[in-house]
T-cell receptor
């Protein structure tokens, strides 16, 4: 059974204070690992897909990395508008659906 | 704008009432999904449809039924609502090769009293 664990559950940062969110996963053959951003009252929005260990993707202040057991979402010099819940999900090779972690709620204070 | 449209956005039901949540996508995606999101529980899959004419149970299917009406539409029905079904429901669809994961709708916030 696929398992995805995200930590921390909540993270408070000052504007400009860089940090990382963790996503640990267990899957029998990884097809893809996905990061989403979710704002209050809205559906999750796609950020990145990572396929193999060592892969990195960047978008503005966000960079996602992948190892064989976990993924990190690095946030460099965050701004208040980066405040959101960040979700991680995995898809195994044999499956059609994604398994989600519980999310990390990020709060960036000015 | 292209995407996934869910209706209604909010709903309050009394215990035992029934209702259908509607979902439609205009991206020509084959696969569609229904998830529920609860505090501390994350997103949990209720049902999914890999293609038109097929449906399968997910992690938490009890108390729900689905219909894949055509390639665009995938509805979720609560036959006899219970307070435990109070949640936010998300519909999602996916392109054939899944490079971008899911595209989600904006959700239906359901309260059962």
């Amino acid at each position: 059974e696929d398992q995805v664990t995200q930590s921390p559950e909540a993270l408070r940062l000052q504007e400009g204070e860089s940090s990382s969110l963790n996503c640990s996963y267990t899957v029998s053959g990884l097809r893809g690992l996905f990061w989403y951003r979710q704002d209050p009252g809205k559906g999750p929005e796609f950020l990145f897909t990572l396929y193999s260990a060592g892969e990195e993707k960047e978008k503005e202040r966000l960079k996602a990395t992948l190892t064989k057991k976990e993924s990190f979402l690095h946030i460099t010099a965050p701004k208040p508008e980066d405040s959101a819940t960040y979700l991680c999900a995995v898809q195994e090779n044999a499956g059609n659906m994604l398994t989600f972690g519980g999310g990390t709620r990020l709060m960036v204070k000015p | 704008n292209a995407g996934v449209t869910q209706t209604p956005k909010f709903q309050v039901l009394k215990t035992g009432q029934s209702m259908t949540l509607q979902c439609a996508q205009d991206m020509n995606h084959n696969s569609m999904y229904w998830y529920r999101q609860d505090p501390g529980m994350g997103l949990r899959l209720i049902y999914y449809s890999a293609s038109e004419g097929t449906t399968d149970k997910g992690e938490v299917p009890n108390g729900y039924n689905v219909s894949r009406l055509n390639k665009r539409e995938f509805s979720l029905r609560l036959e006899s609502a219970a307070p435990s079904q109070t949640s936010v429901y998300f519909c999602a669809s996916r392109e054939p090769w899944g490079r971008y994961g899911y595209t989600f709708g904006s959700g239906t916030r359901l309260t059962v009293v």
